[in-house]
């Protein structure tokens, strides 16, 4: 528990440095004040702390008892946004809930681990396809309703391999994931911004100041950065070429300004947060097979994959390795929900490795 609590504290310490550092000029430029969007991280933060106590001192028993609640809760929240009122749109995607005119909340971001619990409730007892297949892809057919197609992506990786945890066949897995892939080419070709985004990755050069503008820029903060970076505070990308430099290009900014060499510390975290998730969830399923070891396995597996393949889809889009995709990077991009929530998820992992610590020293 110590040590995934003590790559999560530096996460964050360094995220809402370069929230900061990335944000200065975007909060002048949009709102008139320079730390606006690091105060706003700062409250996200404060209240994802909480989450993250909270997840640490509920016994996994509750998340069990409070699956099938949640799941629905999940189901609740992404058909609110969209109720006319309720729902606002930011960058073509209606994504967010508002109350009193006032953006409050991201429903994907809650159902990320709304239906990881979901999903473990029901796999520790049975993996039929049929019942995995509705209860995963109704959620995703309505992210894909928003439309939010990176979002949705995520979802059906998360899904697939929680799955795969469970015990799921193979088969089903590449036939579901063949499905998956051949709509994802649909709505891509049948959306011309998407086709855009498709082609600028093949080919960058392709309209160097229109559709590949982002990523074009992004590669040249990522070349200034060289070995060392050119200092905290130094970025030039983060005044006037990268769009909104504190979402989900953050990283760009954090490769400029601290180059290749303090880029692969960072990585070094997130690659040592997920490798002490995986040893959380494998300790699950050690000389024990019951349920409620299957249930905590399956939860602990379905954070780790869920936190490895959104740093891996982010970074990926960074350095051009796949299409930009919009997903924020976990710990460091701008926004409160993706933050409380990956705490929320942080402590419950935590709580998942206290407790099966617990049961080894009473026997």
Known sequence: MRTLLIFTIILCILGLLFVFESSTTEGLNTFGDQFYLVR?????????????IFGLLMPT???????PVIYLGTIVLLCMVFIPGIGREFNG??????????????PIEIAKLGLIIG????????????????????????????????????LAAICGG??????????????????????????????????????????????????????????????????????IGNSRQKVA??????????????????????????ISLYLGYISTGWKIASKQIENSQDENDVFRYLVAGGITIWVAMQTILNLGAVVALVPLTGIPLPFF????????????????????????????RKK
């Open 61 to 67: 028993d509750f998340w069990k008892k409070m699956a």
């Open 333 to 360: 991009s701008y926004g409160s929900s993706s933050l409380v929530m990956v705490l929320l998820a942080t402590g419950i992992l935590a709580k998942i490795d206290t407790q099966k610590q617990t049961q080894k």
């Open 93 to 106: 995607a209606t994504s967010w809930i508002s109350v009193l005119g006032i953006t409050v909340i991201q």
């Open 241 to 266: 070429f990268i769009p909104e430099p504190s979402t989900d290009s953050i990283f760009a900014i954090t490769a400029e300004e601290i180059g290749f060499l303090g880029s692969t510390i960072v």
């Open 162 to 231: 929680v799955y795969f945890l469970a015990g799921g066949k193979m088969t089903w897995i590449l036939a579901s994931g063949s499905i998956a892939i051949a709509l994802a080419s649909l709505l891509i070709i049948i959306s011309p911004y998407r086709t855009e985004r498709v082609l600028t990755f093949i080919d960058p050069e392709r309209d160097p100041l229109g559709a590949s503008f982002h990523i074009r820029q992004i590669t040249l903060a990522l070349g200034r950065g060289g070995w060392v970076g050119e200092g």
């Open 40 to 52: 706003r991280q700062s409250i996200g933060l404060g209240i994802g702390i909480g989450a993250l």
């Open 119 to 154: 999903l473990a409730h029901w796999l520790s007892k049975h993996q039929r396809i049929a019942p995995f297949l509705l209860i995963s892809g109704f959620p995703l057919a309505l992210v894909l309703l928003q439309p939010d197609l990176g979002s949705a992506l995520l």
